[in-house]
């Protein structure tokens, strides 16, 4: 079995620490109650840095230090800390492709009555929606282990429209445009009028749907 050592040179529990960093590679994204439900203590993970097996992305959270991090990783550590949080708008754009900007902060819908995350890492831009608004278009992806909740790509162009005045006209109407006009997103024009009704905004959007058409 192998042995661990610490920076220190003081001899590790090797089961505990094989299991953490089992637990590490599983999630993906670790933090220190993920340990806890399986009986190991936090001090693992200072030994599991020390000997450079995983590495501290921000305050509680740890990644493998030989995991394949993705042009998404920032979306992974951010639905690790607020799993009930949903990307969107921008990032959401970004994450469907649709879209040359990468926000530096990591866009996230939260339900209303929510207390806002305190998370110093990654930084987050913080909306809110209520009732089927919030939970309308959901999809559920897994990156780099992590459970992470988009939405779809209609749901995105409607909410653009929705939060208009926090994020630009500019920016929805060209998610409107290069949705409509990607060979990918062709047959979206039905699920745009849907998710426009649910966030009230199909009056909005009806002449640009139009002048598109």
Same mark, same amino acid.
């Given at each position: 079995? @192998? @042995?661990?050592?610490?920076?220190? /040179?003081?001899?590790?529990?090797?089961?505990?620490?094989e299991e953490a960093l089992r637990l590490a590679r599983h999630a993906g994204?670790?933090?220190?109650?993920?340990l806890k439900a399986s009986g190991i203590a936090r001090t693992y993970l200072r030994q599991l840095c020390d000997q450079g097996l995983l590495v501290r992305a921000g305050r509680g959270l740890y990644f493998p230090a030989d995991a394949e991090v993705t042009e998404h990783h920032t979306l992974a550590e951010a639905c690790k800390r607020v799993p009930r949080g949903v990307v969107c708008l921008a990032s959401a754009l970004r994450f469907?492709?649709?879209?040359?900007?990468?926000?530096?902060?990591?866009?996230?819908m939260i339900e209303s009555g929510s207390r806002v995350p305190q998370v110093d890492y990654p930084p987050l *831009?913080?909306?809110? #929606?209520? /009732?089927?608004?919030?939970? #309308?278009?959901? %999809? %559920?992806?897994?990156? %780099? /282990?992590?459970?992470?909740?988009v939405y779809s790509l209609p749901k995105t162009v409607a909410d653009c429209f929705r939060y208009r005045n926090k994020i630009g006209?500019?920016?929805?109407?060209? #998610?409107? *445009?290069?949705?409509? *006009?990607?060979?990918?997103f062709r047959h979206t024009r039905? %699920?745009?009028?849907?998710? #426009?009704?649910?966030? *009230?905004?199909?009056?909005?959007? @009806?002449?640009y749907l139009e002048a598109l058409a």
């Open positions: 079995m @192998r @042995r661990f050592v610490t920076s220190r /040179g003081i001899p590790t529990d090797t089961p505990k620490v994204v670790l933090r220190p109650r993920d469907h492709n649709l879209t040359t900007q990468n926000p530096w902060d990591v866009w996230l *831009r913080v909306f809110r #929606a209520s /009732g089927e608004a919030f939970q #309308a278009g959901v %999809e %559920e992806h897994t990156l %780099e /282990g992590v459970p992470v909740r006209l500019d920016v929805a109407l060209e #998610a409107l *445009r290069e949705c409509l *006009r990607s060979e990918r039905d %699920e745009i009028h849907h998710y #426009a009704r649910i966030n *009230r905004v199909e009056n909005v959007m @009806r002449p």
